[in-house]
């Protein structure tokens, strides 16, 4: 399985950025998808996922409201449409999957994210 990250940049607060994730190497079904962040000096956190034959997100509490994760099942990727940005989101986004009943196996590249004040 390999996952490719894109997307990140530079944006001003309360800007946007789509972040995709192209996936590779094997079908999906019973897979889920999500994204992480790790900022500076933090630990990893859990953002968001989908599960890639329902469709169905979950959201951490800081995500609610202004991210939204969503896949495209003929290009094989998921999404993360980040609105109202704020610097506190600045951080190392990484995409990852893994069969639902196994959690995370397989982890893509990072994509920075920076969000200025």
């Known amino acids: 399985v390999q996952l490719q990250a894109s997307g990140g940049g530079l944006v001003q607060a309360g800007g946007s950025l789509r972040l995709s994730c192209a996936a590779s190497?094997?079908?999906?079904?019973?897979?889920?998808m999500g994204w992480f962040r790790q900022a500076p000096g933090k630990e990893r956190e859990f953002v968001a996922r989908?599960?890639?034959?329902?469709?169905?997100?979950y959201y951490a509490d800081s995500a609610k409201g202004r991210f939204t994760i969503s896949r495209d099942i003929t290009k094989i990727t998921v999404y993360l449409q980040m609105n109202s940005l704020k610097p506190e989101d600045t951080a190392v986004y990484y995409c990852?999957?893994?069969?639902?009943?196994?959690?995370?196996?397989?982890w893509g590249q990072g994509t920075l994210v920076t969000v200025s004040s």
């Open positions: 190497g094997r079908t999906f079904s019973g897979y889920h």
């Open positions: 989908i599960t890639w034959s329902g469709g169905v997100t």
């Open positions: 990852a999957t893994g069969a639902i009943v196994k959690g995370y196996e397989f």
